[in-house]
């Protein structure tokens, strides 16, 4: 198992946890952070038995409260120019695992947009989603200003960005930051649910799914019909497309085998 220092790494069966563990800072993402981030996920993507991926923040008090500043002070110009937490993020989304945030807690800044990063987002009573970085002089540069336009639509996320305003986990399900709400005491039964019904799914069309919307969100709808044309003929000839009929038929569960 990868040894990381700000990051806990732990695999239950088909499911790899990657805790980001700076409690004392309320798991703020340092540079050192980020790579390790960039380690656990490269390291869970590579492990065939893993189909699922939780991120969530240690101690319950914070997802990841932002980037941290004093790092941020240090920036110069050309540091924008570098893919750094960016291209991290953008390897999370495309992973072909499902990956899944868990915001019991601070998801601010960085933190927010791992968060947006994720397939699924569970959020409960004690989450607060926000984007304060132009208090800061600076913007969401790390997907925020793409992917949360693309998840709640232009106008809810410039009001966000623009003025800078914290929304709960009540609200933040609502408007669709969330994609579930709940109770804090519920939180595990809810995890429960959501991964034991992904379980059940052949891999590979999971991956394929993942892909196609990803990619054919934003083309025309003719090329994205397309794009879903192609992965319709390559999962026709799968062995997982085999058994999941079958298994229809045969009114038994299916044994996917990701082939």
């Known amino acids: 198992m990868l040894t990381l220092d700000y990051i806990h790494l732990s695999i239950v069966q088909q499911i790899g946890y990657i805790t980001l563990n700076r409690p004392e800072v309320l798991n703020a993402l340092d540079e050192k952070m980020v790579k390790e981030l960039q380690e656990a996920f490269t390291y869970l993507e590579k492990e065939s038995a893993i189909h699922i991926i939780i991120v969530q923040g240690a101690e319950g008090k914070a997802f990841a409260a932002g980037a941290d500043i004093k790092s941020l002070e240090k920036r110069t110009s050309l540091d924008g120019l570098v893919l750094g937490m960016q291209g991290v993020y953008n390897q999370i989304e495309q992973s072909t695992k499902v990956t899944i945030a868990v915001i019991n807690g601070f998801a601010l800044g960085g933190g927010c947009e791992l968060a947006l990063a994720c397939d699924i987002r569970i959020a409960t009573e004690k989450a607060k989603f926000g984007l304060p ?127």
């Open 133 to 259: 970085e132009l208090s800061l002089g600076i913007l969401p540069g790390a997907g925020g200003t793409q992917r949360l336009a693309r998840i709640i639509g232009k106008g809810r996320a410039l009001d966000l960005i623009l003025t800078g305003r914290m929304v709960s986990g009540e609200e933040a399900q609502q408007i669709g930051i969330a994609t579930y709400y709940c109770q804090e005491a519920q939180l595990e039964q809810q995890i429960q649910e959501i991964t034991e019904a992904i379980l059940k799914k052949s891999p590979i069309a999971i991956h394929l799914a993942k892909q196609t919307v990803h990619h054919g969100f934003d083309v025309d709808m003719q090329t994205a019909q397309w794009m879903e044309k192609l992965a319709i003929s390559l999962l026709f000839g799968t062995e997982d497309k085999a058994e999941g009929t079958r298994a229809f038929i045969e009114k038994r569960p299916a044994n996917f085998t990701n082939k």
